[in-house]
């Protein structure tokens, strides 16, 4: 016997308001915490990209021997006056070149945002201590033919709040080295020796010869005058 029943249906699975909330609440964090990583990698990338840039510019600019005036106190009149500017117009040049990093001068050496040039030379009695991070005795930009290096250290301060939870700052450092030109020579003992030139010596002009006296022309006689004939 058979009945009008109608077919049974195959049940189906359905997602509920709360599920999908839960699963989203797992999700955010991750999503949040992998947002701070781009967007802090990109800032650590940036902050050591000018770090470099700051130390090649200190170097380039060490070598020259140029130095700013303003950091004469006697009108640098001695070399080492002039090597005391030199020092410091050089960290001036660092410090400009470091444009667009988070610097603190009032941080610490382990303090968020700190920023320290060092100089050094090959100079008879200097060296660079890689322990303590300081030239020794004192910093020097040396002489011409000494090799000088750049030190630059910063402190990059992290502003994600997850990642700061892990690392506060990231430390970031760049050395440069160069040899210092012959700024304290004369230019002129590197030019090469003068070229004689030969010189022109005129020939001789032949004399011109004499020209001949001419003759004298003859002149003709006096032709004698015809007599009258007699007439009969």
């Given at each position: 016997?058979?009945?009008?029943?109608?077919?049974?249906?195959?049940?189906?699975?359905?997602?509920?308001?709360?599920?999908?909330?839960?699963?989203?609440?797992?999700?955010?964090?991750?999503?949040?915490f992998m947002t701070m990583a781009i967007i802090e990698g990109a800032r650590v990338f940036?902050?050591?990209?000018?770090?470099?840039?700051?130390?090649?510019?200190?170097?380039?600019?060490?070598?020259?021997?140029?130095?700013?005036?303003?950091?004469?106190?006697?009108?640098?009149?001695?070399?080492?006056?002039?090597?005391?500017?030199?020092?410091?117009?050089?960290?001036?040049?660092?410090?400009?070149?470091?444009?667009?990093?988070?610097?603190?001068?009032?941080?610490?050496?382990?303090?968020?945002?700190?920023?320290?040039?060092?100089?050094?030379?090959?100079?008879?009695?200097?060296y660079y201590d890689p322990a303590t991070e300081t030239c020794v005795p004192t910093e020097?930009?040396?002489?011409?033919?000494?090799?000088?290096?750049?030190?630059?250290?910063?402190?990059?301060?992290?502003?994600?709040?997850?990642?700061?939870?892990?690392?506060?700052?990231?430390?970031?450092?760049?050395?440069?080295?160069?040899?210092?030109?012959?700024?304290?020579?004369?230019?002129?003992?590197?030019?090469?020796?003068?070229?004689?030139?030969?010189?022109?010596?005129?020939?001789?002009?032949?004399?011109?010869?004499?020209?001949?006296?001419?003759?004298?022309?003859?002149?003709?006689?006096?032709?004698?005058?015809?007599?009258?004939?007699?007439?009969?």
């Open positions: 016997m058979h009945t009008n029943q109608p077919p049974a249906r195959r049940p189906t699975a359905r997602r509920s308001y709360g599920q999908s909330m839960t699963e989203f609440a797992l999700i955010l964090p991750i999503l949040l940036q902050a050591w990209l000018t770090v470099e840039n700051s130390a090649r510019a200190a170097a380039r600019y060490a070598v020259t021997g140029q130095y700013d005036p303003a950091h004469c106190a006697s009108g640098c009149s001695t070399t080492a006056d002039q090597d005391h500017a030199r020092l410091l117009t050089i960290k001036d040049v660092a410090r400009s070149s470091g444009a667009g990093l988070w610097i603190d001068d009032g941080a610490g050496q382990s303090g968020r945002g700190y920023f320290h040039v060092t100089v050094c030379s090959s100079r008879a009695g200097f020097d930009a040396g002489g011409p033919g000494d090799r000088v290096q750049i030190i630059v250290r910063f402190n990059h301060p992290v502003i994600a709040p997850m990642i700061r939870s892990i690392a506060d700052q990231i430390p970031l450092s760049s050395s440069r080295e160069m040899i210092n030109e012959t700024f304290r020579t004369g230019r002129m003992l590197g030019l090469p020796p003068t070229v004689a030139r030969p010189t022109f010596t005129p020939t001789i002009t032949p004399t011109p010869m004499p020209s001949p006296t001419p003759t004298e022309t003859f002149t003709p006689s006096v032709t004698p005058t015809d007599t009258d004939t007699p007439t009969n």
